[in-house]
Nanobody, 121 residues
Framework: QVQLVQSGGGLVQAGVSLRLSCAAS????????MGWFRQAPGKERDFVAA???????YYADSVKGRFTVSRDNAKNTVKMQMNRLEPEDTAVYYC???????????????WGQGTQVTVSS
């Protein structure tokens, strides 16, 4: 069983940057593909970004050029740097872990608890 614990959400103004973190335990982090998803109120969960075991990244069109995903296998963490945030980015953000087959859009096997990101105009 893999546990994913998220941190870094908050309330920010448009144009501001924010960094989300996801810490993994209970497995071998370096073997996981990691994904990020978000769910806005009244909307379905959408794919945001992913990073493979080898560090290859993939982004949804809506965040390309603004969000950057990275991983640190020594610390068992994955981070998503979010720049130039927009009100449309407001959502609950989830990190997820899976096998190599999960990259980039899923399905994923394990999920974090989610963290709220609210962007005011």
């Amino acid at each position: 069983q893999v546990q994913l614990v998220q941190s870094g959400g908050g309330l920010v103004q448009a144009g501001v940057s924010l960094r989300l973190s996801c810490a993994a335990s209970g497995g071998t982090f370096s073997s996981y593909a990691m994904g990020w998803f978000r769910q806005a109120p009244g909307k379905e969960r959408d794919f945001v970004a992913a990073i493979s075991r080898g560090g290859i990244t993939y982004y949804a069109d809506s965040v390309k050029g603004r969000f950057t995903v990275s991983r640190d296998n020594a610390k068992n963490t994955v981070k998503m740097q979010m720049n130039r945030l927009e009100p449309e980015d407001t959502a609950v953000y989830y990190c997820a872990a899976g096998t190599w087959r999960s990259y980039p859009k899923g399905p994923y096997d394990y999920w974090g608890q989610g963290t709220q990101v609210t962007v005011s105009s």
